[in-house]
């Protein structure tokens, strides 16, 4: 009894500790691959900043933005919808 939940506690450790280390590369980048990486976290971080500061205005035209581009991506995909159904568009 006392084996068989070993093996059972052992395999469970196993199967937590094989996702460790998932999230990072699987290699040390080169000093040029780590400068981009930074820049990139960078600009993220920025953006997130600006997204916190942002003023009712800013956070309109941002949603208009968003609500557009949601409208441009159906009007395509009926689009592309009537071209394979052989409908004609309006």
């Not at 691959?33 to 956070?59: C, G």
Request: charged content about 30%.
């Amino acid at each position: 009894m006392a084996t068989q939940k070993n093996i059972i506690l052992t395999l469970a450790l196993v199967l937590l500790l094989s996702a460790c280390g998932q999230k990072t590369p699987v290699y040390l980048p080169s000093a040029s691959q780590q400068r981009e990486l930074d820049e990139r976290d960078a600009r993220i971080k920025a953006r997130k900043e600006a997204l916190k500061n942002e003023t009712a205005e800013q956070k309109a035209a941002r949603k208009a933005r968003i609500e557009y581009g949601r409208q441009r991506a159906e009007d395509y995909r009926k689009s592309q919808e009537a071209l394979k159904s052989g409908t004609p568009q309006h």
